[in-house]
């Protein structure tokens, strides 16, 4: 399956630029083909089916989730695929991400993290928090690429985002309900603003700054996954980011080292541990 490389209307890329200026995120519609979505689906299947000894196995527990009978422990989250998997990092590195990152932040990006979450019925959601908190870029912020590899509504656990937070400060987290959320950092809503759903189409991509408030519910459904590909970028200018982002990746696929960050953000060293 080749990658689509054919360039985007820079017309389609500024309006969504204008926008992720203004109110932290933006919605590319379609950006990603039927195709690469068919793709994505089926490499973390038989990632999921087989494991990735040593990186990625299926009944191991992870993210904290020990019960066999929660569906996150028969499907936790693929981290960093892109460490182990050639196409993940080709996914990782799409050509139409990238012409969206270079309009968001003015300048040539570098990739820090790819995540696949397969968000099986009945899986708990993340609450509200903000990327930044985890990744300390600096300087600036990072911008989470989020593409729906299954189509996402209120039911099966869509994606929400509070607008307009990408301009406030990145906070120490209160606590989660780990009924609803299998992390346990929460960010509240503050005052004067509104979360909002954000239903997707398998395909559709949405670009949000590291300081905006996002997270997801459960997914209700009894029946539909609610798969995602995930990946986090910074600025080519960043200097430091958390030790467990290193080492980056340039758009060309090369390493790129930086410092690790020796703050430990908004509230101090304590929280180091949590997860992401
Ligand atoms: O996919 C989700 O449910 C949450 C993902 C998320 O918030 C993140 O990657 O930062």
Redesign the pocket.
Known sequence: MVIDTAPIADAKVSALADQFAREGFALAKGLFSPAEVEEIRALFTKMHAEGVPGYYEPTKPRDGVENPDDPLFKYPRVMMPHRFNQRAKDYMLHPKVADHLRAFFGLEPVATQS?F?F?PPGAR??AL?Q?QFYLLVEPGTCI?A?TAIDDCDAEN?A?YIVPKTNDGPVVCPQTADRNESYTSHFVPVPKGHKAQLVEMKAGDTLFFNGSLI???GPNRSKTRFRR?F?SHYAAGNVRKISSSYHPLTRLDGTTYEVTPQDSGGPCGEGWKGSL?
Request: aromatic fraction near 12%.
């Open positions: 995540m979450y968000k959601g993340q928090h990327d989470a989020w656990g994606m996002h997270g997801s995602s995930i992401h």
